[in-house]
């Protein structure tokens, strides 16, 4: 059973940082890409960010965010700094078999329950 749980939400204010984490367990963790995606209120899903399995390869559509993985550990990482309060969503994590640099949502195979994050100005 493929089992994605994201942690690291919270509420921060504008211009703070926070590090969310993702740990997967139920397969082969390094050699799944691995996708972030994040769902404010009334919007659809948007992509924010991949890492390719092996971590040497990532891309992010946000210059404040980077995305990193452990797979020693089963775990991704989104570093997210100068957060701003149009950042504020439920932030989830999502794994993928091939390419890394897929931005949607059908992409993507098994999902997180997801954490939110919340930015106040």
């Known amino acids: 059973q493929v089992q994605l749980v994201e942690s690291g939400g919270g509420l921060v204010q504008a211009g703070g940082s926070l590090r969310l984490s993702c740990a997967s367990s139920g397969r082969a963790f390094s050699t799944y890409a691995m996708g972030w995606f994040r769902q404010a209120p009334e919007k659809e899903r948007e992509f924010v960010g991949a890492?390719?399995?092996?971590?040497g390869n990532t891309y992010s559509v946000e210059g404040r965010f980077t995305i990193s993985r452990d797979n020693a550990k089963n775990t991704v990482y989104l570093q997210m700094n100068s957060l701003k309060p149009e950042d504020t969503a439920v932030y989830y994590c999502?794994?993928?078999?091939?390419?890394?640099?897929?931005?949607?949502?059908?992409?993507?195979?098994?999902w997180g329950q997801g954490t939110q994050v919340t930015v106040s100005s």
């Open positions: 999502a794994d993928k078999m091939g390419r890394y640099d897929r931005q949607e949502v059908a992409d993507y195979d098994y």
């Open positions: 890492i390719s399995w092996t971590g």
